[in-house]
């Protein structure tokens, strides 16, 4: 078997499980699940009942399953493992992740591959986006992406391209775009902020004592803030929006610190969600916070001035994302979930 700096590839002809490193369609060498393989660790935390999920089955999930595989669509519902992709794809919606299913960066959280895509794109892509969009029917679409430090402009052009595409075949559908930080290149974040998209988003994952180890070494809280800062300064009229994971071991003093600094920077949207390990290779959950107290930090938000604060156990960045402006949680019930045991 083949080596990379001594970590056995796995060939074509078999399934990489998590943490091996494999060689994808386009030749070049990915980590499955993003983190390497590791030894030992403590035992899962045992999950708490308001954390059930619907199973990802029914006529909706398959029709969104076969218009991203005729694509040939990444959706960060698969790649990131996320525990709402059957009620999302149920409805008949999906988060798109654009340039590819590989990521330049390994931060501990996220279960994307990782590698160095060489520079690889599909050219293709932001049509085949756009053309899916249409088929969905989505009235509001979320495009995320992997982080392509491997690309002189982080993938900013290709991000736009895939923006306009939309634009042209449905007008009237919202984008919202959840972008890598571009290193913090200003030229980079204004060229996706130029493209005629509705909301500008860009994780802050965790609180600042945290960011490392949580995200990849290259990613900072002040660098994703400054994005934030600087996109709302070129773009007034475009909504800004971060996303928080509780349950890292972030204490309430430094989540409320946290949402005074994104308010500092004019961020108009936030969400809050429970950290759940991908594998046993990713960084432990710390605690598992309960439904109430979720929407205690919800109160802390909106007395802060955010436009929105969507706040629960199962929240992600781009869950309900079209509901965001409806104020009323995205139809969640915290207090609902509480009765299951929080």
């Known amino acids: 078997m083949a080596e990379f700096k001594g970590i056995p590839i796995v060939p074509p002809s078999k399934v990489a499980r998590s943490g091996e490193k494999y060689t994808t ?12 393989h ?9 999950k708490p009942p308001w954390l059930r999920v619907p199973l990802g089955v029914g006529a909706e999930f398959n029709a969104v399953k076969n218009i991203v595989r005729e694509h040939r669509l990444s959706t960060v519902c698969e790649e990131a493992k996320c525990p709402n992709i059957g009620e999302c794809w149920n409805a008949g919606t999906a988060t798109i992740m654009l340039m590819g299913a590989v990521c330049t960066r390994a931060c501990r959280f996220c279960a994307v591959d990782t590698g160095n895509p060489r520079g690889w794109l599909d050219a293709e892509e932001p049509e085949n986006v756009a053309r899916s969009v249409e088929l969905m029917g989505l009235k509001y679409v979320v495009l995320t992406s992997v982080n392509r430090d491997d ?21 009237a559908t919202a984008v919202e775009a959840l ?13 996706v902020l130029d493209s005629g998209l509705d909301v500008f988003a860009q994780n802050v994952e965790t609180v600042e004592r945290l960011t490392h180890p949580v995200r990849d ?3 900072g809280y002040a660098q994703t803030i400054d994005v934030l800062r600087a996109a709302k300064g070129h773009r007034p009229a475009i909504l800004t929006k971060t996303s928080l994971m509780l349950g890292l071991g972030e204490g309430d003093a430094e989540i409320r610190q946290t949402m005074l600094d994104l308010r500092a920077a004019r961020v108009d949207i936030l969400t809050l969600g429970q950290y759940l390990r991908p594998t046993p290779n990713h960084l432990e959950v710390q605690r598992f916070v309960a439904p109430r107290e979720f929407d205690q930090y919800r109160d802390w938000a909106l007395d802060m001035g955010f436009l929105e604060c969507v706040s629960g156990p199962l929240v992600r960045s781009s869950y ?6 409806a104020r009323n949680n995205a139809g969640l019930d915290n207090a609902r ?5 929080g």
């Not at 369609?25 to 390497?36: E, L, R």
């Not at 590791?38 to 045992?46: D, E, P």
């Not at 309900?320 to 402006?325: I, P």
Request: hydrophobic letters at 35%.
């Open 25 to 36: 369609p386009q030749g070049f060498t990915a980590i499955k699940d993003g983190v390497k």
């Open 38 to 46: 590791s030894n030992g660790g403590s035992a899962t935390l045992r």
């Open 151 to 171: 690309l002189s402009d982080g993938g900013a052009a290709h991000y736009a391209a895939a923006v306009r595409a939309i634009k042209r075949r449905t007008p």
């Open 179 to 191: 972008t890598p930080d571009f290193q913090g290149v200003m030229n980079d974040v204004r060229t």
């Open 217 to 219: 070494p290259r990613a």
């Open 320 to 325: 309900r994302a079209e509901q965001a402006l």
């Open 337 to 341: 979930l509480a009765g299951r045991g």
